[in-house]
């Protein structure tokens, strides 16, 4: 099946690519590879979405790469933890666990508390898609820990993660006791 590349795609190829490849100082280089991290990471959460799953794992994959080039291992975990949920989404619950895990636990010491919460996140949805309520449970209150300290650290943390709110937390841990047949929770 012949797939027309997005805008998106194309721009990573054609104008972020050779941009790498050029001569910079250290921070400048730095905030280059954090931006092309963004964009291969919004590039697999794309492809994703349309079901593109192969074209979704290699962009994420790439933004693992060009995070850590940059040095950014907040973004990595994010990153991270967003591969692990089209890995949950897909059925592959132990792989997701394990790419949480290692995410928070690498990231753990330098990552605002806000990103760590969005991986325990990630990690409760897949220890409920693989029908285990007590670490599922044991991740999700981990992540509302870890929400409650981010709300009250304001102003110290990335603004890619800002969607991640009590709201969003509320949302998907609906969806997590819905996974667990606990629909009294």
Do not use: N
């Not at 099946?1 to 910079?24: E, F, I």
């Not at 990630?122 to 220890?127: G, L, M």
């Amino acid at each position: 099946m012949w797939l027309r590349s997005s805008a998106l795609v194309v721009c990573l190829r054609d104008r972020v690519a050779p941009l790498l490849h050029g001569r910079y100082t250290d921070a400048v280089g730095r905030r280059l590879f954090t931006a092309a991290a963004h964009l291969s990471r919004l590039a697999g959460w794309t492809a994703f979405d349309r079901g593109h799953h192969a074209a979704a794992q290699r962009h994420y994959v790439q933004a693992l790469r060009l995070a850590r080039a940059a040095g950014d291992v907040a973004f990595g975990g994010y990153t991270l933890a967003c591969a692990a949920l089209q890995a949950t989404l897909r059925g592959w619950h132990d792989h997701a666990i394990d790419m949480c895990q290692g995410a928070y636990e690498r990231a753990k010491h330098q990552a605002p508390a806000r990103v760590l919460a969005f991986t325990a996140l990630i990690e409760a949805r897949a220890h409920a898609r693989a029908g285990d309520r007590r670490a599922a449970a044991h991740a999700l209150s981990t992540s509302e820990r870890l929400l409650g300290q981010a709300e009250r650290q304001q102003g110290v943390e990335p603004d890619w993660i800002d969607f991640y709110s009590p709201a969003r937390m509320a949302a998907d841990a609906v969806e997590i006791h819905r996974d667990l047949h606990l629909p009294a929770a």
